[in-house]
């Protein structure tokens, strides 16, 4: 039969899908714990709206797969656009049917509660920031700053130091005075802490970094548990688990969506800088291509045959000027996710009252 032996590259991929083993364990501890502590459970029996389940799972899923393919069909792609226009009118769609579903899937009048919609955009927005930022962070590290994978983690660690103090604080805040001053602070602190970090990418050195990386943690880490929590506590009227599974639904179309439209534009702004970077090497347009290609695939912690291959002879130093153009394509996606924060603090600043939430127990009941 020959020499069987597993690809280096497949050898990767099965210790990478090892990791989701560590769900079991957490997955077992939590029924063990919900079984001690019994929790107050009220069901409430109803059939389930396939019409309207259709219709968003299409609506979310065409809209994320438009602006995730632009970077390979092209923005001016009619086929791009027929999957974004698509998706967000199968999205109104929706909305509008379930407001004549007399068992829907969403209760979409629950957004005429005004604290409870603010706190939902708050999440939307913040959500472009924060799940994408993981991503991202990790590439630049390994590509820009030349970093391994677990120098990578290190690199995230920062971000999570500011995140786990912050959030302390978010929680007594929410408690004390009501979740206004945590959400409007975070989110603003979240966009000034985005805002500088993205402003220090380009000079390709952790050192110059971690103070703002630490800020942007902090940021996200203040708001985020008392926006969630605020949200739920605004629908007080509604089942639990229905409002908290239209939060979660929220911040997980956008984090999809940051994902998708964010890594469009990271891919187009890195071609277009590797392609002006690569014509000063008198290479031409497929070769610069192939270059950003390899170094993405590869992670960018070392030069790999793919990338000696397409750099030739001046591999070390096309190597340093495509670390740049990287840096330079990641502060672009830096300043938007920055830009989404701001709009959050805008939105809670306007669309939120202040004081605790049992001021504002006089708000409308949506209306099944």
Same mark, same amino acid.
Request: proline share 4%; glycine share 12%.
């Given at each position: 039969?020959?020499? /069987?032996?597993?690809?280096?590259?497949?050898?990767?991929?099965?210790?990478?899908?090892?990791?989701?083993?560590?769900?079991?364990?957490?997955?077992?501890?939590?029924?063990? =714990?919900?079984?001690?502590?019994?929790?107050?459970?009220?069901?409430?029996?109803?059939?389930?709206?396939?019409?309207?389940?259709?219709?968003?799972?299409?609506?979310?899923?065409?809209?994320?797969?438009?602006?995730? /393919?632009?970077?390979?069909?092209?923005?001016?792609?009619?086929?791009?656009?027929?999957?974004?226009?698509?998706?967000?009118?199968?999205?109104?769609?929706?909305?509008?049917?379930?407001?004549?579903?007399?068992?829907? =899937?969403?209760?979409?009048?629950?957004?005429?509660?005004?604290?409870?919609?603010?706190?939902?955009?708050?999440?939307?927005?913040?959500?472009?920031?924060?799940?994408?930022? =993981?991503?991202?962070?990790?590439?630049?590290? /390994?590509?820009?700053?030349?970093?391994?994978?677990?120098?990578?983690?290190?690199?995230?660690?920062?971000?999570?130091?500011?995140?786990?103090?912050?959030?302390?604080?978010?929680?007594?805040?929410?408690?004390?005075?009501?979740?206004?001053?945590?959400?409007?602070?975070?989110?603003?602190?979240?966009?000034?802490?985005?805002?500088?970090?993205?402003?220090?990418?380009?000079?390709?050195?952790?050192?110059?970094?971690?103070?703002?990386?630490?800020?942007?943690?902090?940021?996200?880490?203040?708001?985020?548990?008392?926006?969630?929590?605020?949200?739920?506590?605004?629908?007080?009227?509604?089942?639990?688990?229905?409002?908290?599974?239209?939060?979660?639904?929220?911040?997980?179309?956008?984090?999809?969506?940051?994902?998708?439209?964010?890594? %469009?534009?990271?891919?187009?702004?890195?071609?277009?800088?590797?392609?002006?970077?690569?014509?000063?090497?008198?290479?031409?347009?497929?070769?610069?291509?192939?270059?950003?290609?390899?170094? %993405?695939?590869?992670?960018?912690?070392?030069?790999?045959?793919?990338?000696?291959?397409?750099?030739?002879?001046?591999?070390a130093e096309i190597f340093h000027a495509v670390q740049f153009d990287f840096a330079q394509a990641t502060k672009v996606v830096f300043f938007i996710m920055a830009g989404c924060l701001a709009v959050a603090a805008v939105i809670a600043l306007v669309g939120l009252r202040s004081g605790r939430q049992e001021a504002l127990i006089d708000e409308p009941a949506p209306q099944s």
């Open positions: 039969m020959g020499d /069987q032996r597993v690809p280096p590259g497949a050898l990767g991929d099965v210790r990478g899908r090892a990791i989701f083993w560590v769900n079991i364990p957490i997955a077992i501890i939590a029924l063990i =714990l919900i079984a001690i502590a019994k929790p107050e459970n009220n069901p409430r029996p109803a059939r389930i709206d396939y019409r309207g389940l259709v219709l968003i799972v299409l609506g979310m899923g065409l809209s994320v797969f438009g602006f995730q /393919q632009a970077s390979v069909w092209g923005w001016d792609s009619i086929v791009t656009w027929g999957c974004i226009v698509g998706g967000v009118a199968l999205l109104l769609v929706f909305s509008r049917i379930e407001t004549r579903t007399d068992e829907p =899937l969403i209760r979409v009048n629950i957004f005429k509660v005004r604290a409870f919609a603010a706190e939902n955009a708050v999440l939307f927005f913040s959500m472009i920031a924060f799940i994408p930022v =993981l991503f991202f962070a990790s590439m630049y590290s /390994q590509i820009a700053l030349g970093q391994s994978v677990s120098e990578a983690g290190l690199y995230l660690l920062t971000f999570f130091a500011g995140f786990a103090v912050a959030s302390q604080f978010g929680g007594r805040i929410l408690d004390k005075t009501g979740a206004k001053p945590a959400v409007v602070v975070g989110c603003a602190i979240g966009a000034v802490g985005f805002a500088l970090w993205g402003s220090e990418l380009t000079a390709l050195d952790y050192s110059s970094q971690w103070y703002f990386i630490v800020l942007a943690g902090a940021g996200i880490g203040l708001m985020l548990g008392p926006a969630n929590t605020d949200a739920i506590n605004r629908a007080p009227r509604a089942n639990y688990g229905e409002v908290s599974g239209i939060t979660q639904t929220v911040r997980n179309y956008g984090s999809s969506l940051g994902l998708a439209v964010l890594g %469009t534009i990271l891919i187009n702004e890195n071609r277009a800088n590797v392609e002006s970077s690569m014509a000063r090497f008198d290479l031409p347009k497929a070769k610069a291509d192939a270059i950003a290609q390899s170094l %993405t695939q590869s992670g960018g912690g070392s030069r790999d045959a793919g990338f000696s291959k397409h750099a030739g002879a001046k591999a």
